[in-house]
DNA sequence: CTCTATGAAGTTTTT
DNA sequence: CTTCATAGAG
């Protein structure tokens, strides 16, 4: 039904009402001031958001007097193209995306006014905890503390909640790990010594693009007037992931129209580890001038499915009842294998099975809780020959060699990036962190005093790097802001061959810099290569020439699922301890399990299969744990078995 | 100072 | 199966 809806075109306002249902047709007619819009799964929300953009257009609203934020750029880009297909009007100058690109955007206008350059670098969590790791360094120095100090890993999760929920350091620490409270002086010394470090280097990491947008939104009210005052609609697409500060910027860019239309399910919120809170939901539901449409009819799922769906909603949610309007097929099957090894083979036979049936390979994906349960699959598909594209794991822009080459392009948008200095100076034969290090103190100061790059590079790298300053020097001439031309020329002139010497499967990567390149070669600037590369999710890799993405099952978490759906869904190691997650079970988050395994099952348009295991958790971490017996952590027996079919799979 | 070998340890979800 | 820390050789 979905595929074929869009095709329709509306030549007014009033035709909107043919395409729609009641529920969704209220929800677009009559949505405006504060309004909430609580759909369930595969209600066909982008099907509102679509038409409700449509619907302010033909009521003379300007593109650019909307703004559309997303959960993630290709939901945002999805949209836009769905819009444009249902009213032939050009939207280019409408704003949408991810808050992180939102606020980028604001950012880079209005840096100055917070004590940035506005050519401040994005830093990713690896570049974040290389910072933190030297700011821990520099607290050991400083400090003769002879407990055992936290991880930069943990240190970071703690003040990114922090940031995230507006909450105080003690209130984090307690939330995210109780035990490490001994050392809150510690985290709050690290805290301070990392930011400024980030200042000193004019580079934000991903909360910083947040906190500092809110921090220039609420100082600095004729910015805050100048973006609000031309936003005369504000869209908010899987609201129940917003943390705290995330409202405070829409509410704040909402503030001169105050139309602010939220549209989400609260019981699919699944980033509270982010600081989301679906209580924001709750919150917007319980303020009087908040217009709350609900709708959920469900067209994605069989009546079969619906049913275990209603079952399984999760309790501490807006009370709601799914109806679908399919016709009835199938039981959701759960599937019992003695082992991973035996659950590897069921997943592989039965997705054969489905291929015999003559569904694409494309309509199957199968969901896990955590990347590393995807790992047997993986072997057990690629010695099946199965095709599959993964959503979960490493991102192609994290994979050492392409942080390399972003390196290259991140010193030429900002030479103060310290981070990036240190990659690149540490990949030539000779350098280590010492002598990098002071390389990079001796552009920084250069550079501070204003002298070009270019002119320094020969006086503050010692003579007998010569390669180092050649290919310095030389990208600092290339500037004419092209990242093809740069990448090509590091790549030519240094790269290929560290790479040959460096690595064993050079071959695959160097494929995937060639790829980067064309990719790169779409971008006119690189400020604009850059600010995608960084805030955007997944950028695939195709498999050298061959584009087989049509030919592939899916493999991802179920947080990668969000949003998407399947013919066939597979769910696997649904044990206590892997699905839910042990660590979450020992922090006693269970209902956040909950609700993720709402969003895992309500996945699937036709075939649901949930596979388990006798041996208890795949996961040897948490193997024997007292957690396996607790029913009330296994999710199988929770389910009544009425709604299901249950397959007892031995193999010999 | 850099680089390599060795052993140990820690495993969630991501813009 | 990784990454990470450390020791010792170059």
Redesign the pocket.
């Known amino acids: 039904m979905d595929s074929d809806f869009f095709e329709i075109k509306i030549e007014e306002p009033g035709f909107i009402k043919e395409d729609l249902d009641e529920e969704q047709y209220e929800a677009v007619k009559k949505s405006d001031g504060k309004s909430l819009i609580i759909a369930g799964p595969g209600s066909g929300k982008t099907r509102v958001i679509t038409y409700k953009i449509a619907y302010l257009l033909y009521s003379g609203i300007s593109p650019e007097n909307i703004l559309l934020v997303t959960f ?1 750029r290709a939901a945002s880009k999805e949209m836009i193209k769905r819009v444009k297909n249902v009213t032939n009007i050009n939207i280019d100058s409408m704003t949408a995306g ?3 690109h939102v606020c980028n955007m604001i950012l880079r206008k209005y840096a100055a006014r917070i004590g940035y350059k506005n050519n401040f670098t994005i830093l990713d ?1 690896e570049d974040s905890k290389d910072l933190m790791k030297i700011a821990r360094n520099e607290y050991k120095e400083n400090f003769s503390d002879d407990r055992e100090l936290p991880k930069e890993s943990v240190v970071l999760k703690i003040i990114s909640f922090a940031s995230n929920s507006l909450k105080s350091l003690r209130e984090s620490i307690m939330e995210v790990s109780p035990y490490l409270i001994e050392h809150e002086n510690a985290i709050e010394d690290m805290w301070v010594k990392y930011n400024e470090l980030k200042r000193d280097i004019n580079a934000m990491d ?1 909360d910083d693009i947040l906190v500092n947008t809110a921090m220039l939104l609420s100082t600095n009210k004729d910015v805050l007037n100048n973006i609000a005052s031309r936003y005369k609609y504000v869209l908010v697409d899987e609201f129940q992931d917003t943390n705290k500060i995330q409202l405070d910027i829409i509410e704040a860019l909402s503030s001169v129209h105050k139309n602010l239309i939220a549209v989400g399910d609260d019981a699919q919120s ?1 980033y509270s ?2 600081g989301a809170r679906f209580e924001n939901v709750q919150d917007f539901i319980n303020d009087d001038k908040t217009k709350l449409f609900k709708i959920q009819t469900n067209y994605r799922s069989t009546p079969e499915i619906v049913e275990l769906v209603n079952e399984m909603i999760p309790e501490k949610s807006v009370p709601k009842r799914l109806k679908s309007i399919r016709k009835e097929y199938m039981k959701p099957t759960i599937i019992e294998t003695f082992d991973d090894m035996e659950q590897c083979d069921a997943v592989a036979q039965l997705i054969e099975n489905k291929f015999d049936e003559g569904i694409n390979a494309d309509e199957i994906a199968v969901l896990y ?4 349960l995807s ?1 047997t699959l993986q072997q057990k598909l690629d010695s099946k020959r199965i095709s599959y594209r993964l959503l ?1 794991g490493k ?1 192609f822009i994290e994979t050492a060699h392409i942080k390399d080459i972003l390196a290259f392009l991140k010193i030429v948008q900002n030479p103060l990036d310290k981070i990036s200095w240190m990659r690149i100076l ?1 990949l030539f ?8 290090s ?1 390389i990079f103190n001796k552009i920084f100061s250069g550079y501070q005093e204003g002298t070009a790059l270019e002119n320094i590079i020969e006086k503050v790298i010692p003579a007998k790097h010569k390669n180092i300053i050649k290919i310095i020097k030389n990208i600092y001439l290339i500037k004419n802001n092209n990242p093809y031309d740069i990448i090509k020329f590091v790549f030519d002139e240094f790269y290929a061959g560290y790479s040959g010497l460096n690595f064993k499967d050079s071959k695959s990567r160097n494929m995937d810099i060639e790829r980067f390149m064309d990719i790169a070669a779409n971008y006119k600037t690189l400020e604009a290569f850059l600010e995608e590369m960084t ?1 955007s ?2 950028i695939e890799i195709k498999n050298g020439e061959k584009d087989q993405k049509e030919d592939q099952v899916t493999l991802t ?1 179920v ?2 699922a969000k949003g998407l759906e399947w013919k066939v869904v597979i769910i696997i190691s649904v044990n206590p301890g892997d699905f839910p ?1 042990g ?2 079970l020992k ?1 006693k988050k269970i209902e956040e399990e909950e609700r993720l395994f709402y969003v895992a099952i309500t996945r699937a348009k036709n075939e649901l299969y949930i596979l388990k295991q006798t041996t208890g958790a795949v996961n ?2 948490m193997r024997n744990s007292f957690l396996i017996y607790k029913k009330e952590n296994d999710f199988i027996q929770r389910i009544d078995k009425n709604y299901v079919e249950i397959l007892k799979l031995r193999y010999s």
Do not use: C, D
């Open positions: 993630t991810t808050f992180h969590y991903y699944i580890f982010r809780r955590s990347h590393s790992m979960s991102r540490k034969p000779g350098v280590g962190t010492k002598t990098a002071n805030l999710e997944n978490t947080h990668g997650n660590m979450a922090e040897p971490y």
